[in-house]
Nanobody, 122 residues
Framework: QVQFVESGGGLVQPGGSLRLSCAAS????????MGWYRQAPGKQRELVAH???????NYADSVKGRFTVSRDNAKATVYLQMNSLKPEDTAVYYC????????????????WGQGTQVTVSS
């Protein structure tokens, strides 16, 4: 089964930037739609951005214009460039492959990795 390893988190001041990386195992990475999720303390995990195999991207309203998702299929890696960070972006960030359901909702394909902590604070 495919596995994901997230990295790149850290402590950053409001207005700062971070770039997260997610390395995938397995040979099917190029065909996956890949998503970045986050989970803040006491809140449910939410999908904040995803990128289809062809490169089409989609963002949650809360991060639109500030976050950019990209992928390198040769490296089996997906990235999340986060700019203009806000305290409310503080969360553990995870990546996963996404499956689209007939209901229009999405679900993760694989088990969750360990995630990477992003803390935005002055």
């Amino acid at each position: 089964q495919v596995q994901f390893v997230e990295s790149g988190g850290g402590l950053v001041q409001p207005g700062g930037s971070l770039r997260l990386s997610c390395a995938a195992s397995g040979s099917l990475f190029p065909i996956y739609t890949m998503g970045w999720y986050r989970q803040a303390p006491g809140k449910q995990r939410e999908l904040v951005a995803h990128i289809r195999s062809g490169g089409t991207t989609n963002y949650a309203d809360s991060v639109k214009g500030r976050f950019t998702v990209s992928r390198d299929n040769a490296k089996a890696t997906v990235y999340l460039q986060m700019n203009s960070l806000k305290p409310e972006d503080t969360a553990v960030y995870y990546c996963n492959a996404i499956r689209f359901l007939v209901t229009g909702k999405t679900e993760p394909v694989a088990s969750w990795g360990q995630g990477t902590q992003v803390t935005v604070s002055s």
